[in-house]
């Protein structure tokens, strides 16, 4: 079997497959011999039929079964033996059935579509801006703040704080304000409210401040947008029975429930910290501000990835595609897509192509690999954020090693944990071989550019 290629152009190219009758016959004969030996036949036991019987009955399907298997195969072997970079798969330039009766030798072509030569430079000649955000006193004492009510204590409160939690029944109102009585009015006698959840302010507003015994006129429906399930939980009822309520209630706030926050201390540093690792209150503070950079550094590194793509995409974006060929391989794999919709579809995955050849390029300049290390770490790292979401602050490593092996063997979440570390891995070896002009902004500043 002689298989050669011949470029049309700089992406383009056509491979010829030419394939005689010796390539192949063996290789029938083999197949025929092997269903002989493995399929009941009617009139035949298994395993004694004659070659000739087998080539009668089954020998021009297992024939051309047989030449495309091994056309394909040797075209896919002198793609990975010429270190051919093809996008999407050969394309067959003409597809007709193999006349056997007539025919002993025959010629395949097939289109191929060539990834272009960029020649991308990733290096320290490149110079990237990396905005860092500054962490402010205010930034820190928000921090601490978040932190002392989250380890605090529930007290009973004098008045209604913002981030209270209220108790007393709920009455369902008249629409002139008197109590509604009846077998169909709603009255919950151990309601419990949080006004800081409420999706509307005005409603927010008018507990804040109440203390024990007083009343409060609200509308249910309008803290929380009407949703069912908010409305359904707050009135302790199904959500068909709160479908169209509008009504006003009425709470009498019988207790009050606020948040005493966690003193400083070693108690505290601990809970938030783990053991050990700061002491006092100066600590605690540089503690926090590093806390509050790590975070703040997310949105830098998205940033970051933003403008890595728009500088290499502005420098390398205009590359020549071989759009002909993509567009047929395209229709034939796609039942979606033919030639009347091709050109449109494909202009909107142009650039997203063009964006993958280019971050290919340079991961393989870089040498990006995705280690299972690499995989174990990340998996930590959405397993301390879960389990801190629980309060779950200061499990050991071995713990929490074992809950991201966990992470790792849920079959349907693996590829997309291998892409994302993939992606982040990306951006910071980008990060580490271009010069990089560093730059602490402001918050504000910060979201002007992200804008």
């Keep these: 079997?002689?298989?050669?290629?011949?470029?049309?152009?700089?992406?383009?190219?056509?491979?010829?497959?030419?394939?005689?009758?010796?390539?192949?016959?063996?290789?029938?004969?083999?197949?025929?011999?092997?269903?002989?030996?493995?399929?009941?036949?009617?009139g035949f036991r298994k395993g004694h039929i004659s070659i000739a019987d087998l080539?009668?009955?089954?020998?021009?399907?297992?024939?051309?079964d047989v030449i495309n298997r091994e056309v394909y195969e040797a075209v896919m072997k002198y793609i990975e033996d010429n270190k051919l970079n093809v996008l999407g798969q050969p394309v067959p330039v003409e597809v007709k059935a193999l006349d056997l009766k007539n025919q002993k030798d025959f010629t395949f072509e097939y289109d191929l579509?060539?990834?272009?030569?960029?020649?991308?430079?990733?290096?320290?000649?490149?110079?990237?801006?990396?905005?860092?955000?500054?962490?402010?006193?205010?930034?820190?004492?928000?921090?601490?703040?978040?932190?002392?009510?989250?380890?605090?204590?529930?007290?009973p409160g004098e008045e209604v704080e913002p981030d209270a939690l209220v108790k007393g029944p709920i009455m369902e109102l008249n629409p002139d304000g008197t109590i509604k009585e009846g077998d169909d009015a709603i009255q919950v006698t151990n309601g419990i409210l949080g006004p800081q959840f409420f999706k509307n302010d005005a409603q927010r507003q008018l507990f804040i401040g109440k203390k024990v015994d007083d009343k409060v006129r609200f509308n249910p429906w309008e803290t929380c947008d009407g949703d069912p399930v908010e409305l359904a939980s707050m009135l302790q009822l199904t959500k068909e029975q709160v479908a169209d309520l509008h009504a006003d209630f009425e709470m009498v706030i019988s207790e009050i429930i606020v948040v005493k926050k966690a003193e400083l201390g070693e108690e505290f540093y601990t809970q938030v910290f783990g053991k050990d690792r700061v002491k006092t209150e100066d600590e605690y503070r540089a503690a926090l501000r590093e806390l509050i950079a790590g975070d703040l550094r997310q949105n830098s590194q998205i940033l970051f990835a933003r403008d890595v793509k728009k500088y290499f995409m502005d420098k390398y974006g205009q590359m020549e595609l071989p759009a002909a060929t993509l567009k047929k391989w395209l229709i034939e794999r796609n039942e979606s897509l033919n030639e009347k919709n091709i050109d449109e579809e494909f202009a909107k995955m142009e650039d997203d192509l063009r964006w993958q050849l280019i971050r290919d390029e340079i991961a393989a300049k870089l040498n990006l690999e995705v280690t299972q290390d690499d995989l174990l770490a990340f998996a930590k790292m959405i397993a301390s954020r879960q389990l801190a979401q629980y309060g779950m602050t200061n499990l050991d490593d071995e713990t929490i090693t074992s809950f991201a092996k966990n992470i790792l063997d849920d079959k349907n979440y693996h590829n997309r944990l291998?892409?994302?570390?993939?992606?982040?891995?990306?951006?910071?070896?980008?990060?580490?071989?271009?010069?990089?002009?560093?730059?602490?902004?402001?918050?504000?500043?910060f979201r002007e550019l992200a804008q």
């Design 113 to 155: 579509a060539l990834a272009p030569e960029l020649n991308i430079e990733v290096d320290k000649n490149v110079t990237l801006p990396f905005y860092t955000i500054e962490v402010t006193d205010e930034m820190v004492a928000n921090q601490d703040d978040s932190f002392r009510k989250r380890f605090g204590s529930q007290v």
């Design 1 to 42: 079997m002689n298989v050669s290629m011949q470029k049309t152009d700089a992406v383009n190219a056509r491979l010829t497959v030419e394939v005689q009758e010796s390539d192949y016959k063996d290789k029938v004969v083999k197949d025929l011999k092997e269903i002989g030996r493995t399929h009941q036949i009617p």
């Design 418 to 445: 291998v892409d994302q570390v993939r992606e982040g891995k990306f951006y910071h070896m980008v990060e580490q071989a271009v010069t990089l002009d560093q730059q602490t902004v402001s918050l504000d500043r």
């Design 55 to 64: 080539q009668r009955r089954f020998g021009q399907r297992v024939t051309s």
